[in-house]
């Protein structure tokens, strides 16, 4: 089963939607073996394609070290299907290469609601398994990142200069 903090899944969709009508894909990393996905990385869809995702090979590896970096690994692989069910292709079993991650797909076929499911894919075989959402229990605890971005300091005041 997955268990996923409310806020990921938001984010996760609202990604989804942000790159509609083209696939949308990223990483939830968490500590290493603990299962538990925490860190949400949003990634380019290097294909830039309505039917296909592919990550960015540079982008990968830099993510990929941070995580190892921090001791993280991939928790969740997420992408999403804009035309079709939230249902692995034969080309995203191909490509499934994290056996101990949970792959979540989302499909943005329709515009109100999306369908959220998650799979386990070792060795071209899919297994769907149930999704928990919970609610923080510490709502920072959830953080989501943007590779390449750095915190800014925002000053909200208008002032007459």
């Not at 034969?90 to 499909?107: I, K, M, Q």
Request: hydrophobic share 35%; proline share 7%; glycine share 4%.
């Amino acid at each position: 089963m997955l268990s996923i903090d409310r806020s990921i899944i938001d984010a996760i969709v609202a990604h989804a939607r942000r790159d509609h009508p083209d696939e949308a894909c990223g990483v939830v990393a968490g500590p290493a073996g603990s299962d538990t996905p925490t860190r949400h990385i949003p990634m380019d869809n290097a294909a830039r394609s309505m039917t296909f995702y592919e990550f960015d090979s540079m982008e990968q590896l830099r993510v990929w070290r941070e995580m190892d970096d921090r001791d993280e690994e991939p928790v969740v692989i997420y992408h999403s299907h804009t035309a079709t069910e939230a249902y692995p292709s034969r080309t995203d079993v191909s490509f499934a290469g994290e056996p101990g991650a949970h792959y979540l797909l989302v499909s943005t076929r329709e515009p109100d609601t999306e369908e959220i499911r998650s799979f386990r894919i070792v060795d071209g075989v899919v297994t769907e398994e149930p999704v928990e959402i919970v609610a923080a229990v510490d709502p920072h605890a959830v953080q989501s990142y943007m590779f390449g971005q750095s915190p800014a300091t925002v000053d909200y005041e208008c002032s007459d200069r």
